[in-house]
Structures are given as structure tokens and as C-alpha cells.
């Protein structure tokens, strides 16, 4: 069965930083494409930033070079490092993998991912 557990979210000041993590269990082969995504409850959900199979990261145009996603050796841990957080970050982030590997155009895309985990809560105050 796999596993996809977030953590690292919570309330930070305009300006400031968070470390997200998402631990996976359960996924066959090391090289999964990954993601990450945010909602909000007046938004639908869109993607951040992703790893493809071989270890390319993709980002949405609105992390301006704030974000950052990488993930551990084993690569079992997967990690956003996210600087310069401004009130409009405040959403709900969601890690995301993928069974099979993915197209590159499609990585931000959340209909291609397999399996979800449950959210860490990111708020920024304006």
C-alpha cells in the first residue's frame, strides 16, 4: 500500500521560510515522478513544483525562483523549500507520485498522479 505523509506546514510571516516534507512508502522502484500541489478552498488544485522520473524539476511560473524541490538519497523523501513566502502561498500542500513515468509537459498536471497524500496547511498572514 502506498503511503504519502506531509509534514513541515504552519504559519510563518511574509518573507519568511518552511521546509515541506512528504515521506513515501509502499512505491516499487526508486524513480517516481513526484509532486507538489496546493489548494485553497476557493481554488482548484495546482501544481507547484515535480521531479520527474530521472530527477528533473519542473515549477509552476508563480514560484519566481522561491521555491525549491529536491529529495533525499533514497529518495524517499521528497522536500520543498519554500523562501520569500508571500500571504497568496497560503493553501493547503499536497504531495503527489506518479506509478509510471511522466511526460514532461504533464508534470503539473494532477490528473496524471496516482496517489495523494493528506496535506500540510501553509498560512501566510497579509
Known amino acids: 500500500q502506498v503511503q504519502l505523509v506531509e509534514s513541515g506546514g504552519g504559519s510563518v510571516q511574509a518573507g519568511g521560510s518552511l521546509r515541506l516534507s512528504c515521506i513515501r512508502s509502499g512505491l516499487r522502484y526508486a524513480s517516481h515522478p513526484m509532486a507538489w500541489f496546493r489548494q485553497t478552498p476557493k481554488n482548484e488544485r495546482e501544481g507547484v513544483a515535480a521531479?520527474?522520473?530521472?530527477?528533473?524539476?519542473k515549477y509552476n511560473q508563480f514560484v519566481e525562483d522561491r521555491f525549491r524541490i529536491s529529495q533525499d538519497d533514497t529518495k524517499n523523501i521528497l522536500y520543498l523549500q519554500m523562501d520569500s513566502l508571500k500571504p497568496e502561498d497560503t493553501a493547503r500542500y499536497y504531495c503527489?507520485?506518479?506509478?509510471?513515468?511522466?511526460?514532461?509537459?504533464?508534470?503539473?498536471?494532477?490528473?496524471?498522479?496516482?496517489?495523494w497524500g493528506q496535506g500540510t496547511q501553509v498560512t501566510v498572514p497579509s
Open positions: 503527489a507520485a506518479k506509478q509510471h513515468a511522466a511526460q514532461w509537459h504533464r508534470l503539473l498536471d494532477p490528473q496524471i498522479y496516482d496517489y
Open positions: 521531479i520527474d522520473q530521472v530527477g528533473t524539476a
